[in-house]
């Protein structure tokens, strides 16, 4: 289709996942779920219907259109493009591509409000920056749990939340002390990649799963009729869920992708006022250049976001 709200050389900022805008779906402001854009033959026959489309990932998910380079084609780019205010630097701007939207995502399918109480699983970037949006939503008390010392140092010294690190006691036991009767809502951020016991680490190594062991965590650690979000990236089937638990707390579960071109007014207006700023979980800058000489160091659990500039 013709781009008719853009012009040559207008600074915008392209989302993760990929919409056309008009079909129904589109049309209900349900932009992660087009049924438009072409997905993968594989994601059809897998799951009997298209899914999101998304930049940059597998063959599941992308269908081959990558976002590291210097030029990219954005299809239906009147939908799919945030023309960014010149007062927003790049690195402000930049992440309200993926993570700041899929970040107020997470809370806002998670029924974080005034009061609540927020139990966070991972202290990534997305998981730092749904603790910063529990905050601006008022929530009551916001508990972030992970194991990297310097994202716990982070959520210490940044956002000033209390923490756990899973290293060091028994998450469960700890958080139930805490909060007596459990969370009002769980947000989970956590890579499917991440296991805790020996049989769901070898059900992993045999691809016959999905990590469960965080799952059946949070829904012991949330409180009967509240609300768990999912938004961390799982890829298989999961096995061992405890539904009997669910059905008897009356638990709220809900996951999925953001529906970025719906938050962008809310993400970039609390951009411009200062409110989110998320410079705080960059680690490392960078050329473009240079960036395959980084993918090694990415994979450091250190590393949080990195800012990779395309300009010279």
Known sequence: PIVCKLYVGQRVVVAFNIACGFCEYCQRQEYAVCDTIYSSKLQEKLHQQKKVTLFGH??????????????????????????????????????????????????????????????????????????????ILGAKRIIGI???????????????????????????????????????????????????????????????????????????????????????DYNNVINHIPIRLIMEKNLRIIGGQSHTQKYWPTCLHKVLSGEIDPTFIITHSFNINHLSNYYEQLIDEETLKCFIQVQN
Not at 101 to 117: L, Q, Y
Not at 168 to 174: H, S
Request: glycine share 8%; with cysteine.
């Open 58 to 135: 597998s063959c599941l998910k992308s269908a081959g259109l990558g976002g590291q380079a210097e030029y990219i084609r954005v299809p239906f780019a009147d939908i799919n493009c945030l023309p960014i205010p010149n007062d927003v630097p790049d690195d402000k701007a930049l992440y309200l591509s993926d993570i700041i939207p899929t970040a107020f995502h997470g809370c806002h399918i998670g029924n974080v409000k005034e009061g609540s109480i927020v139990a966070i699983w991972s202290l990534g970037p997305i998981g730092l920056l749904q603790a910063r949006w529990c905050q």
């Open 146 to 232: 992970d194991y990297v010392p310097k994202r716990l140092k982070i959520a210490h010294q940044s956002l000033q939340i209390e923490t756990i690190n899973v290293k060091e006691c028994d998450t469960m036991k700890t958080l139930l002390e805490m909060v007596p009767g459990g969370a009002d809502c769980s947000l989970q951020a956590v890579d499917f990649n991440y296991s805790k016991s020996l049989l769901y680490k070898d059900e992993r190594s045999l691809q016959s799963t999905a990590d469960v062991d965080i799952l059946t965590e949070i829904i012991a650690c949330t409180r009967k009729c509240g609300t768990i979000s999912i938004i961390g």
